[in-house]
């Protein structure tokens, strides 16, 4: 039986998000700014796990193609880097490929949920922290250039 004489209860906050809950995310204009040294692979999987922690499958799953789609981009890139001849112009559109990358993915993905988080919890939602993903990223950096200074060693090439 409920109390008469009780207080009324209400949700007691002054935003206009009481009723959605806050999910513990990484920054997403911040997971764009790091994806600069790592690549938006890098951005596109934390955006991935943001979504996700938001509850819409639909753009996570957008995001993993984002990144699937630009590790498999820089595998074709680094290919074909090795099959053309030095100072040719496919040599001058690898060094601007990234950036371009880049750009694309913020520009028709990456933006959107800079957007999303904005409007829905603003600046206050609960952050998740840095050190994994980062130090994630650097492995897997190192493991790729140990990899690609394994595969010239081991073929006599300089």
Not at 24 to 46: E, M, Q
Request: aromatic share 14%; glycine share 8%; with cysteine.
């Amino acid at each position: 039986m409920e109390n008469p004489y009780a207080a009324p209860s209400a949700p007691l906050t002054d935003t206009p998000h009481a009723t959605e809950p806050y999910p513990c995310l990484w920054n997403p204009r911040a997971a764009a700014g790091w994806s600069l040294l790592f690549s938006p692979t890098f951005g596109a999987i934390l955006h991935a796990m943001n979504w996700t922690a938001m509850g819409d499958a639909a753009r996570a799953r957008v995001a993993r193609n984002w990144a699937i789609g630009s590790v498999l981009a820089n595998i074709a890139v680094g290919v074909a880097s090795v099959f053309t001849p030095d100072g040719g112009a496919f040599d001058l559109f690898s060094r601007f490929f990234g950036l371009l990358l880049l750009l694309t993915w913020y520009a028709r993905s990456g933006r959107a949920q800079v957007d999303e988080v904005a409007k829905r919890f603003g600046v206050d939602y609960p952050r998740r922290g840095w050190a994994a993903p980062i130090a994630i990223a650097i492995a897997v950096i190192g493991a790729f250039f140990a990899a690609v200074v394994g595969v010239v060693f081991l073929s006599g090439t300089d």
